[in-house]
Nanobody, 115 residues
Framework: QVDLVESGGGSVQPGGSLRLSCAAS????????MAWSRQAPGKQRELVASINVGGRLTYDDSVKGRFTISRDAAKNTVYLQMDSLKPEDTAIYYC?????????WGQGTQVTVSP
């Protein structure tokens, strides 16, 4: 069983920044990839950013240039730095870790962007 614990969510004004953290219960290099996804009310969950074991990064077009995914292997933690936040970024953000065909998910953290 893999445990993923997200933190760092909150409320911020448009243009502000937040950094989300996802602490894993084991060595993050055990995973093929880790990712951040989000789900807004009434919408499907969507992939925001990912990082694979080799360090390859991917971003959804809606966050390119504003969000940065990174990792700290010593802390078994993956981060999502979110800058220039917009109201449409409001959602519950979930961390996930993939091992072969199986994905593990955290409990989510709320991000609210409003004036």
């Amino acid at each position: 069983q893999v445990d993923l614990v997200e933190s760092g969510g909150g409320s911020v004004q448009p243009g502000g920044s937040l950094r989300l953290s996802c602490a894993a219960s084991e060595n993050i290099f055990n995973f093929n990839a880790m990712a951040w996804s989000r789900q807004a009310p009434g919408k499907q969950r969507e992939l925001v950013a990912s990082i694979n074991v080799g360090g390859r990064l991917t971003y959804d077009d809606s966050v390119k240039g504003r969000f940065t995914i990174s990792r700290d292997a010593a802390k078994n933690t993956v981060y999502l730095q979110m800058d220039s936040l917009k109201p449409e970024d409001t959602a519950i953000y979930y961390c996930s870790a993939q091992i072969l065909s199986h994905s593990y998910w955290g409990q989510g953290t709320q991000v609210t962007v409003s004036p």
